[in-house]
Structure formats: structure tokens, C-alpha cells
């Protein structure tokens, strides 16, 4: 008779889920294992059919009021006999009560839906090639300058929880860039992007306002010239949507993005990119 198991993933199976997430299109990060796993070591789930890893689940959870889940994989050939149902279980029973966020590919909506996932708005991933930009403006430094405890007060107004630990290998990964946009003595808005399977992704990309995140983005691109490159943004924001269609980016791919519970209070006219389909 079939077993399915459903554990706690170690770092190096964290990885797994990684490569199945580049097989599935979602063109993860190169160095996006380490930075999610230490967002929630606890948070990364597989499932084994009689011994053999056959999906994955992760369910970050970040406070006592909020978490996230993403990687919902079934290998393909073994979809539909329960093992995505295991995994939503362990997910949902570390969750608890805790209001839930998830970007849902069109897919696996209608799944969402019937564990009490309900849509608050579409987001959109959108393509460019990078070219050179002018010079930055001077109010444009990498995020190494700028006091950690600074970045951690501006993001936390941006998502429902503070999230030192994955910030921290977020930031400061290789192959990529973080910026952020002082005025005045503060930040008014930051930028990381990060080299993918493909091309390169921008996120988050936070902003108190459209100039400052068409600077930071244009900054951010500037570092990459001639690469292809991604950015995610939310479809309420009517600055973020302006900004992709200025720069003549193309529509690629949607999630929707949901919660189990009441959607948090974000302001997301300030939010031109996702930080991760993944974590949120």
C-alpha cells in the first residue's frame, strides 16, 4: 500500500524545491534558497510517497498574525491522487489561525478557494531587456550605507510583518544589487534585484512615490544592461502600472493574490514590485 509522508524540509532539500520551481517556469533566483529558508527554517514541507520526494509546500510564517505560503508542487505525473491535499494539511495546521497570503497561479485559484483563500487583486509579471540609464541620482546609494535598522522600519510599512532574518540574505546576495533612495536623511523608498534562472527579477521594488520608483528602477536596470529582466507588479497601483507601460515591458504571466482571513492594511500605491511570489 502507498505511504505518503509529509516532513519538514532540511536546507539542502530546500534546493529541491527550487529546481521544481524551475521546471514548473516560475524562473526562481540563483541564490533564492538560502535567503527563503532563513525566513522560516521550519516553513519548507515534502512529501514522500514511499520514501521518494514527490512535492513540496512552503508556509513561512512570520508573526503570530501572518504567514505565507508558496511552492505548492506535485510532480506531474502524480497530481490528483491526494498529495497536494497532505501537504495543504501540515501547511495549514503550522499556519493556525494566522491570516495567510499566497500569489496563486491561475491553476490552482479555484484549490485555494475551497480552503478558504479569497482573491484581493491580480499580480502581474512584466519583461524588459535592460539598457544603460543616466547617472543616478545623488540620492540613490547602495542599501550597505544605509542603517539595517532603517531598512527594516521603512519595509515593515510596506509588508504585514518584519522580516529581519530574510532581509538580511536578501539584500547582500551575490549577483545582484540593492538600492535604496534617501531624502532628506530618509528612505523613501528601495530596490533589489537579483539574477535568475533567466534573466534577472526586481523585487521588492518600494516606493514613497512614482519618481522615486521609476529612479530606483531605472538605477536598478542600469546594473544589468542587455540582460532580459523581470518585475511584479501589483494591478491596483495605477504608478506601477504606468511604469511597466513606459518603459514598454510585456505582460508574461498573473497570480492572484489571496488570503485566508482579512487581507492586510498595505499601501499599495507604494508597492511598483513583489518581492517574491514565494514569500510575498
Known amino acids: 500500500m502507498d505511504e505518503i509522508i509529509v516532513r519538514n524540509m532540511t536546507r539542502e532539500e530546500c534546493s529541491l524545491a527550487i529546481e521544481w520551481a524551475a521546471q514548473e517556469g516560475w524562473n526562481p533566483g540563483i541564490h533564492d534558497a538560502e535567503c527563503f529558508y532563513a525566513a522560516d527554517p521550519n516553513g519548507f514541507f515534502l512529501a514522500e510517497l514511499n520514501g521518494n520526494p514527490v512535492g513540496c509546500l512552503s508556509a513561512i510564517v512570520y508573526d503570530d498574525h501572518f504567514g505565507f505560503t508558496g511552492f505548492y508542487i506535485v510532480k506531474p505525473e502524480l497530481r490528483s491522487q491526494g498529495i497536494g491535499h497532505h501537504l495543504i494539511q501540515k501547511a495549514s495546521a503550522y499556519m493556525g489561525n494566522r491570516t495567510v497570503g499566497n500569489d496563486a497561479v491561475v491553476a490552482q485559484q479555484e484549490t485555494y478557494k475551497k480552503y478558504g483563500f479569497h482573491l484581493a487583486y491580480r499580480n502581474v509579471r512584466y519583461r524588459g531587456i535592460a539598457f544603460y540609464g543616466e547617472t543616478s541620482p545623488p540620492e540613490i546609494l547602495d542599501l550597505n550605507q544605509i542603517p539595517f535598522d532603517q531598512l527594516l522600519v521603512y519595509d515593515r510599512g510596506m509588508f504585514p510583518s518584519e522580516r529581519s532574518a530574510f532581509l538580511n540574505c536578501w539584500v547582500n546576495q551575490p549577483e545582484g544589487a540593492a538600492l535604496g533612495y534617501v531624502k532628506d536623511g530618509q528612505l523613501s523608498g528601495y530596490g533589489v534585484i537579483r539574477k535568475c534562472r533567466q534573466g534577472y527579477k526586481i523585487g521588492p521594488l518600494f516606493a514613497d512615490n512614482e519618481g522615486i520608483a ?27 502600472v504606468s511604469l511597466v507601460k513606459r518603459h514598454n515591458m510585456q505582460m508574461v504571466f498573473e497570480t492572484a493574490r489571496m488570503y485566508s482571513g482579512a487581507a492586510p492594511s498595505l499601501p499599495v500605491e507604494k508597492i511598483f514590485g513583489v518581492t517574491s511570489f514565494e514569500l510575498g
Open 214 to 240: 521609476d529612479n530606483l528602477f531605472l538605477a536598478l536596470i542600469g546594473k544589468v544592461p542587455g540582460e532580459e529582466y523581470f518585475l511584479d507588479i501589483p494591478e491596483p497601483n495605477p504608478g506601477a
